[in-house]
């Protein structure tokens, strides 16, 4: 059975590009997109996901907000961050982040092997 999975980014052509990715992915279906950190929250809640991908910037709610209220209605549910920031979030700054993993959008290939290390197929 295909892992569930969630993105949430305001940019209409990266979750465009992640949909590609998951369609070309037999062991993960993109069940849910949100274009902001509020609906990101609905939509773990309803569906349930087994992992959940965040941008960090984003209107309404960001993606630290939004993976704070997130780990607490689920928290064993693997969050990543995928942000163009991602140098900043790996600072020692942000260590506190709610997140499991950061990765870099210039790195957007390597979000896959990221996802399998996180939750198993």
Request: glycine content about 4%.
């Given at each position: 059975m295909a892992k569930k999975i969630i993105v949430a980014d305001d940019n209409a052509i990266i979750r465009k590009m992640l949909r590609r990715m998951f369609e070309a992915q037999q062991d993960y279906d993109l069940c849910a997109e949100a274009e902001n950190g509020q609906?990101?929250?609905?939509?773990?809640?309803?569906?349930?996901p087994d992992l959940i991908i965040l941008d960090l910037e984003m209107p309404v709610m960001n993606g630290i907000d939004?993976?704070?209220e997130i780990k607490k209605a689920l928290p064993a549910v693997p969050i990543?961050?995928?942000t163009q920031y991602?140098?900043?979030?790996?600072g020692s700054a942000f260590t506190n982040?709610?997140?499991?993993?950061?990765?870099?959008?210039?790195?957007?290939m390597s979000l896959i092997g990221h996802i399998r290390s996180l939750v198993s197929a």
């Amino acid at each position: 059975m295909a892992k569930k999975i969630i993105v949430a980014d305001d940019n209409a052509i990266i979750r465009k590009m992640l949909r590609r990715m998951f369609e070309a992915q037999q062991d993960y279906d993109l069940c849910a997109e949100a274009e902001n950190g509020q609906e990101a929250i609905a939509l773990a809640i309803e569906h349930r996901p087994d992992l959940i991908i965040l941008d960090l910037e984003m209107p309404v709610m960001n993606g630290i907000d939004a993976a704070r209220e997130i780990k607490k209605a689920l928290p064993a549910v693997p969050i990543i961050l995928f942000t163009q920031y991602a140098d900043i979030a790996r600072g020692s700054a942000f260590t506190n982040f709610p997140v499991d993993r950061v990765v870099s959008k210039n790195e957007g290939m390597s979000l896959i092997g990221h996802i399998r290390s996180l939750v198993s197929a």
